[in-house]
């Protein structure tokens, strides 16, 4: 396994997402294999450099449903960047990006953010 870094200054969030999701998965490693978490480490520095295109920052919602009747939470990348930093920005769009298995806990142990 190699490690990449990646510097995320002036980046755009979903290519950078791409990029990284790619990267972890190891699809450009001619040792691919489907069922084996295989990819590289990847780091990522400047995090908090990162580009947010238009007025997404107040205008997209990240949604999670806990459960329970009228139990729909939503907040904003400027609320979850107060709470959690640009690194779970980042990291959630990267989930986003990995095939919902049993390897992507796996691949997401091998993304390494610094702000």
Do not use: C
Request: hydrophobic share 35%; aromatic share 4%; net charge positive.
């Amino acid at each position: 396994m190699t490690t990449h870094t990646i510097d995320a200054n002036g980046k755009s969030l979903g290519r950078l997402a791409t990029e990284v999701a790619l990267l972890l998965r190891g699809k450009r490693s001619p040792s691919f294999t489907r069922h084996i978490a295989t990819g590289d480490t990847v780091k990522i520095t400047n995090a908090a450099q990162i580009k947010l295109s238009g007025t997404k920052t107040a205008t997209k919602k990240y949604s999670h449903y806990t459960g329970h009747p009228g139990g729909l939470r939503q907040e904003s990348p400027a609320q979850v960047i107060t709470k959690k930093g640009h690194a779970e920005l980042i990291r959630r769009a990267v989930r986003g990006m990995l095939p919902a298995n049993r390897l992507r806990r796996d691949w997401l142990k091998h993304l390494i953010i610094t702000e």
